[in-house]
């Protein structure tokens, strides 16, 4: 399987291939140019080899912050919901819903920006992650969502719009 290397920064148009027969990671440049080979052991080696901090360090690989706005999204059979996000990132966010999707459910999403509130933003993603009920009294039910398709344009004014709220708590 080969993945692109879009998101992760200073690496982009890079391509990942893993290769299960030969349990093998290889790393190309952009212009398809071999420029490593990892075993599966030895990525697993390395990971183990960490400590339990830095093991779940790099989890999201854009920064978030905690923000509730309107939300629409649709599932793949064309049901629409409304709803609110608890945080937001360049990477995906959190929709608040008492009946979260499944984990690996397609949808899209449509939102506006505090900062751009005339400007309509789509996205499609996939769910990573629920939470079912409350967790002392502070976090609600939802979900957490992964872009899988965002304009670059929405993708740059999520992240100034991340910043921004992370330099205006960082004053607080």
């Known amino acids: 399987m080969k993945f692109p290397v879009i998101m992760t920064?200073?690496?982009?148009?890079?391509?990942?291939?893993?290769?299960?027969?030969?349990e093998g990671i290889t790393l190309h440049s952009a212009a398809g140019k071999l420029l490593g080979i990892l075993s599966w052991g030895a990525v697993i080696e390395q990971i183990l080899a960490s400590d339990e901090d830095v093991r779940f360090t790099?989890?999201?690989f854009h920064p978030r912050a905690?923000?509730?706005?309107?939300?629409?999204?649709?599932?793949?059979?064309?049901?629409?919901f409304d709803s609110l996000t608890g945080g937001i990132g360049a990477g995906g966010l959190f929709i608040e819903s008492?009946?979260?999707?499944?984990?690996?459910?397609?949808?899209?999403?449509?939102?506006?920006?505090?900062?751009?509130?005339?400007?309509?933003?789509?996205?499609?993603?996939?769910?990573?992650?629920?939470?079912?009920?409350?967790?002392?009294?502070?976090?609600?039910?939802?979900?957490?969502?992964?872009?899988?398709n965002i304009d670059?344009?929405?993708?740059?004014?999520?992240?100034?719009?991340?910043e921004a709220l992370s330099r205006a708590r960082a004053i607080e």
């Open 58 to 60: 790099h989890a999201r």
């Open 152 to 162: 670059e344009k929405a993708r740059k004014d999520l992240l100034e719009l991340v």
């Open 9 to 22: 920064e200073g690496h982009q148009g890079k391509l990942l291939e893993m290769d299960a027969d030969q």
């Open 98 to 148: 008492s009946a979260p999707l499944a984990p690996g459910t397609e949808l899209s999403v449509e939102f506006s920006l505090p900062d751009h509130p005339k400007e309509q933003y789509t996205a499609t993603a996939k769910v990573a992650w629920t939470r079912t009920k409350p967790e002392r009294h502070l976090f609600f039910p939802g979900m957490g969502v992964q872009f899988t």
């Open 66 to 80: 905690p923000l509730s706005m309107k939300i629409r999204y649709t599932t793949p059979e064309g049901k629409q």
